[in-house]
């Protein structure tokens, strides 16, 4: 486990940028033509994003990136 002291200017600057990336991702993921390998991919990457984002933002924030698992 790392342990890293930010200001408040850079918890803002990560905070955008997980969001942007989150963003990038779940439009990505919407791409019905997205091979299987490379969605199982983008997905395990969305998980470790979105842990480190609930990390800095408010639950409210935090729901608008939870994704629901549909069963298949």
Request: charged content about 40%; hydrophobic content about 40%; aromatic content about 12%.
């Amino acid at each position: 486990m790392l342990g890293f002291l930010f200001n408040e200017r850079e918890c803002r600057e990560l905070d955008y940028v997980l969001r942007k990336e989150l963003d990038e991702m779940l439009y990505e993921l919407k791409d019905q033509q997205l091979h299987a390998e490379l969605k199982s991919a983008i997905e395990a990457r969305y998980k470790v994003i979105f842990r480190m984002y609930a990390r800095l933002a408010s639950p409210k924030e935090i729901s608008r990136y939870a994704r629901h698992r549909t069963s298949r």
